[in-house]
Each structure stands twice: as C-alpha cells, then as structure tokens.
C-alpha cells in the first residue's frame, strides 16, 4: 500500500504516478476524501468516548433524584459511542479498500506507457553469427536428450516437461551457481515453502490484477507461488527489522508455478513459457533511502551471471504501464534468442519501495528509535527460462552445444553431443 502521508502532502505526484502507469488518477480523490472521513469519523468516535467519559462521572456524583435522568442518557450515549466506532470502522475500511487499488508510486524517471515503451538502458556481449541454420532450444534439447516435452504434457498437460539427463544437471549446475553467488555476497540462501497463506500472497501484491495467473488450492486455502519473493516477503511479517548494520538480504530457491492465463499461442514451443520452472531469487529488506542502491546491487548480480553463462543481453528500464503493482521501478535483461531474432526476458529485479512491508507491518527501528517502515527489492538471479538462451547461442554446426566454462564443474563434460 502506499505512504497515506505522502499522499496528503504530495497528492500530484501520486497522480502523475497512475498516469505513468496508465491507471485512473481520480482513485487519488477517492481515496483523499475517503481519508478525511476517516479521520473526521475518529475525531467524532473520540468525542462520543470522552463525553460518555465526563458524563458517567456525573451519574457517579448524582443525587437519587438526578440519577434516573443521567442513567437515561448515558444509555443514549452509549449508543452514540457504539454508532461513531462503527461509523469509524466503516471509513477505515473504505480507506484500506482504496489504498489496495492505488499502485505504488513510480520512481522518478521510470518511462511513461505500455509494454513496448520500455528504454534500452546498455547492451552486453556480442550477438552469435553461424554459417548454419541454427535450431531453436526444443530441437536442440530434444536431440541431445535434455527436455522430453510429449512426456511431460502426457504426466501433467500442456506446457509441462521433464528436464532430463544433462539438460537437468545444466539447470542444477546453474541454479548451484547463482546459490553461490549469492551466498559470497553476503545473502542468506533460504529453501523457502511453496505454498502460502492468502494474506502473504496479497501483501506482496499478486492477487491484484494478475490474479488469475495464480494457482490456488481452494480445499486448503492456499497459493502455490509464482516466485520465492512471495514467502521470502512473509518471512518477516509483523515484525521489526534489526537493520542497524546495514540491509537484511536473502536468497530464495524454489519451484515456481504460473498459470500463464491469457497466453494462449504465445510461446507454447518449448520452455520459454511453462507452468513450473526452477528459480534462485534474490530479495532484500532494507531502509528506504537505501532502495535505489540496493536496487542497482541486484541488477549487477544479475549482469554478472549473464555474462558467467557467455550470453550477449540488453538492460531496459520497464515503462509504468507493464510494472506490477508493487513496484516503484523495474529493470529488465533480456538475452538474445538466435532462432527468434530478437531478445527476450531473462531476469527483472524491482524496487518495491514501502509497499509490500507496509501491507505486512514490516517495520525497522531508525537512528532515534522511532519505527518505520521498510523497503522490499527482488530479483532474479537465474531461472529454467536461461536454458533456452544457453542452448541457442552456444550451438555448434554439428548439433552440439558448448557447456558455459562456469557451468562445466557441474554438468561434468565441456560439451553435449546429440544422442540421436
């Protein structure tokens, strides 16, 4: 949720914010007027309290004859109060109920519009030319038997697979990598759960307007997550932070799930779109004047397993309209994908600013003690998705692909050579 203060005394930044992302600034108004009912009605509510108050001090003093009078209308404002409590509890709803829809504030500079209306922020690495056709990951996975799609779409459906033989060893050994990245920089690795209540699943601000993307256990009440930040958000809920020497970073390693709801046609070939996959995700809480740069920390992590796995890439500043709800400000890298011409995403690290801790009562003390609230970032640091690029730009004319040097340690051979 957003800052109430900054929205009482900055209100025009809130509102260019919502149109940056293209979202209705008169929820601004809404939300302002709803705010001074607010207060208004805890105002009134504390103005029944102390009136009850001063008046059962005068039934106490009163003489047997006052006393019936005074009992009659202590019982009215006892009414009185019990109305402006309600009357109170109604306007703080109504309060909540709008600061949900409010997304958060961009960061100043994030670019304005929809999907295609990111910035090209820096490019990385040389794009791979061959003097052969090149083949796509699912033909090349399929021939040096790493990924056996019909027969996960056989066990579970569509946009499922098994990663097999050294196309899993490739994706543990990647996964391992980012684990000791992280971990050397000063990140705890955590193996977090996968299935989480509905109010860690809405603090972090998923069942927004991508609920539908989310799976849910109805018998149980529970999420299944589309990323570790969501649990890894949950693991401080209600409690104050020690972030005296500096931010608390965590590293999160887990299965994923997504429905992919709306994504009927695109990308159904292969891995680059599925409903599982396996993912190392960062995340850091820290003081919010320490967001900006703990955002860039993370998008260097990111850079330098990209370029640990020899792969060319772009950096680009995501524009308002495609942020989450929860983030302030996003970058993406997207690698090159030889067989489709163009570069799609790998990693997205977001600064989430206040707004996910605000909605879990995540607090930290500050330099005089006072409580305040933290920042949340993500970001991710490798995931099933970088296997279709790995596979792609690594290629060689004879259908083999060239295992990354820092990769090799685990997968045990320098190169893959199809088995059929």
């Known amino acids: 949720m957003i800052d109430l203060k900054l929205l009482r005394e900055n209100p025009d930044v809130v509102r260019d914010s919502q149109r940056t992302r293209g979202e209705d600034p008169s929820l601004v108004d809404q939300l302002l007027t709803a705010d001074e009912a607010r207060r208004s009605s805890i105002a009134a509510a504390d103005g029944a309290r102390a009136e009850q108050k ?26 009185a109060v019990k109305d402006a409590e309600e009357a109170e509890k109604t306007a703080a709803a109504e309060v909540e109920r709008l600061q949900r829809l409010l997304s958060n504030v961009v960061e100043e500079g994030t670019p304005a519009g929809g999907e295609d209306d990111f910035v090209e922020i820096e490019r990385v690495g040389e794009i791979p030319t061959f003097d052969f056709e ?21 066990v579970s459906g569509a946009r499922f697979y098994f990663l097999t033989g050294y196309g899993a060893l490739l994706q543990l050994g990647m996964l391992q990598l980012a684990a000791q990245k992280a971990t050397a920089n000063g990140f705890t690795m955590m193996v977090p759960p996968v299935l989480v209540r509905p109010e860690i699943m809405q603090g972090t601000g998923f069942l927004g307007a991508h609920a539908d993307e989310v799976y849910k256990l109805d018998a149980d009440d529970l999420y299944l997550v589309g990323t570790s930040e969501v649990a890894l958000a949950g693991y401080h809920q209600g409690e104050i932070l020690d972030l005296s020497d500096g931010p608390k ?25 599925v409903h599982q996959f396996d993912k ?19 998008l ?41 011409g163009t570069y799609r995403e790998l990693t997205s690290t977001s600064n989430c600013t206040t707004f996910q801790a605000r909605r879990l009562g995540v607090r930290y003390r500050d330099d005089e003690g006072r409580t305040q609230t933290a920042a949340t970032l993500n970001g991710t640091l490798a995931t099933t998705r970088w296997l279709v690029a790995i596979l792609e730009n690594h290629q060689q004319a004879d259908g083999s692909v060239v295992v990354p ?16």
Do not use: N
């Open 54 to 79: 001063a008046h059962g001090k005068k039934v106490g003093q009163a003489s047997p004859d006052e006393r019936p009078a005074l009992l009659e209308a202590a019982g009215a404002l006892k009414q």
């Open 134 to 154: 090149p083949k796509d990951h699912l033909e090349l996975g399929e021939s040096l038997g790493l990924l056996d799609m019909e027969r996960g779409a056989k």
């Open 249 to 273: 970073r965590y590293c999160g390693w887990s299965s994923c799930f997504r429905r992919e709801a709306g994504s009927h046609g695109k990308d159904t070939r292969g891995i680059i779109r």
């Open 280 to 298: 190392v995700e960062m995340f850091s809480w820290c003081r919010p004047e320490e967001a900006h740069a703990e955002h860039k920390r993370l």
């Open 300 to 340: 260097g992590f990111e850079k330098e397993m990209l370029e640990a796995m020899g792969l060319p890439y772009r950096v680009i500043d995501i524009a308002g309209g495609d942020l989450g709800s929860s983030a302030a400000r996003k970058y993406d890298c997207e690698a090159w994908v030889p067989t489709q």
């Open 405 to 420: 040097e820092a990769l090799r340690p685990f997968v045990g051979k320098d190169v893959l050579e199809p088995i059929r």
